[in-house]
């Protein structure tokens, strides 16, 4: 399958004549319509025809000094809206809804002439790491169809898995790249905040959601990044600090920087496989010549209060416009999960209760921020698991809610302090469920840890 191939490699062929984007593009829509029978990870999918049309279009103009991602396939969250296909972001609140607008970071990877094959399943709104709390069909894990691919960008993480598109673009307020990324066996990036542009982005909490890429590999995601990321007029939390060139910083030298590894992450009171894959992991980076430093860190035992405190507040006032007058259908149909945070946040932000709760949520977050500012005096990057746990069986996380929350335990102090993290598999369990790693870095720091990441990757299977 041409789709198993780096976008490295895809792009050298074009350019050695040896392939078209058409031959690229009717490989990923064919098994993309196939294959979404089997897994579910599309909610909507583009008419063949047009799609063909489009590469056969790019064929025509393709010359060797278009960009990498030119004549790429793609798919996209169904969190950003899109001009070729309706938006529901996985809930029936949004059933019918079609922008009459095009996300920013869809319309970047176009210019660059990647094309978009389809729309992403998720949790509804990004509620959930299982990609169950959805109004349409499960995605399921492409590795073992009994299991969950995770979530909340449960269908980005799955269609790459299974080589249906190159990437996907997924989103991440909590965890929601990195946590299906590491449950499919692919690689995920979660960027600094205001790194990549959010316009068009169905918000979930404004001050953690961020915009990333799903694929094969830390080198693919670093193309992609270089093409999303930067300022963006029409998000004014988009950052105008200057965009790295990701993809030439890959293979510098990493001997000699630093790890840190919080104590409070590497417990005994999780998965016991997920902790040998990642020590292992740990281990091989230190024989590539990185040293460790246990890290202290007290403050993540209160990582998933201080987390859903602050994204169901968020959340709760987001979700306030989707009242029935301006789209779609009415408040009536957020499905259970949904509610719980509405509720949550609704009651968190109210008067006589905001202090107690809302903002001893945001004093707590600032508590976590110095917390990070200082370990980064002592380290380069932070490691920890991805997920503490193996991809559950469908209903185990959806009949749970706490168990449920507990699941981001690792993932969300990032999106809470702002920072860059890439998840990568690390391993198998005993039941080939995959395992992941994040790689945490400092604020801007992502050609940092996409060069570990392209190295741990390229010295490893
Ligand atoms: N699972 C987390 C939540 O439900 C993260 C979701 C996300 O990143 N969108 O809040």
């Not at 998000?235 to 790890?259: A, F």
């Not at 005994?268 to 202290?296: C, F, I, M």
């Not at 719980?340 to 921020?369: C, P, V």
């Amino acid at each position: 399958m041409l789709l198993e191939l780096s976008i490295d490699e895809l792009a050298a062929r074009l350019r050695k004549k040896e392939i078209t984007i058409e031959q690229l593009v009717s490989e990923s829509i064919d098994a993309s319509l196939q294959e979404n029978e089997k897994l579910n990870c599309y909610i909507s999918l583009r008419n063949k025809k047009d799609v063909l049309k489009e590469a056969r279009q790019k064929d025509l103009e393709f010359s060797v000094d278009k960009p990498k991602l030119y004549g790429i396939p793609f798919s996209v969250k169904d969190s950003y809206v899109t001009k070729e296909l309706p938006t529901t972001s996985g809930s029936a609140v949004l059933q019918n809804y079609h922008s009459p607008y095009t996300a920013t970071v869809v319309k970047k990877l176009q210019a660059a002439g990647a094309i978009l094959i389809g729309k992403n399943s998720q949790d509804s709104w990004g509620h959930g790491g299982s990609s169950e709390n959805t109004d349409f069909a499960v995605v399921k894990n492409p590795n073992n169809l009994k299991h969950i691919a995770g979530g909340s960008s449960g269908g980005s993480a799955a269609a790459v898995a299974a080589h249906l598109v190159s990437f996907s673009i997924g989103e991440d307020t909590g965890g929601s790249i990195r946590n299906p990324a590491s449950m499919c066996g692919v690689s995920g990036l979660k960027v600094t905040y205001g790194r990549v542009s959010r316009y068009g982005t169905i918000a979930y909490a404004s001050s953690l959601d961020t915009v990333g890429p799903i694929a094969n590999s830390a080198a693919d995601l670093a193309l992609v990044l270089e093409t999303i990321a930067g300022a963006d007029p029409k998000d004014s939390s988009s950052s105008q600090r200057p965009v790295d060139t990701y993809t030439k910083t890959l293979t510098q030298q990493i001997s000699g920087k630093k790890i840190g590894l919080p104590k409070q992450f590497f417990g005994d009171n999780y998965n016991p496989e997920v902790r040998a894959s990642v020590l292992a992991a740990v281990e091989k980076l230190r024989s590539l010549g990185l040293e460790t430093v246990e890290l202290d860190m007290p403050v993540l035992d209160y990582a998933i209060p201080i987390y859903y405190m602050i994204a169901a507040s968020e959340t709760s006032s987001n979700l306030a416009r989707y009242d029935g007058i301006r789209f779609g259908t009415g408040r009536d149909k957020f499905l259970p999960e949904s509610t719980r945070r509405i509720m949550l946040g609704t009651y968190a932000l109210s008067a006589g209760y905001a202090d107690e709760l809302y903002k001893n949520g945001q004093r707590a977050r600032t508590l976590l921020i110095n917390s990070y500012e200082k370990a980064f005096k002592n380290c380069d990057v932070i490691i920890t698991p991805t997920s503490p746990s193996l991809a559950q069986k469908f209903g185990e996380l959806l009949t749970n809610p706490i168990e449920n929350m507990l699941a981001d335990l690792f993932t969300v102090t990032c999106n809470l302090v702002g920072i860059p993290s890439i998840a990568i598999p690390v391993g198998r369990s005993k039941d080939n469920l995959s395992i992941g790693m994040q790689i945490m870095g400092k604020k801007f720091a992502e050609s940092s840890i996409l060069n570990i990441a392209h190295i741990y990757q390229t010295t490893t299977q």
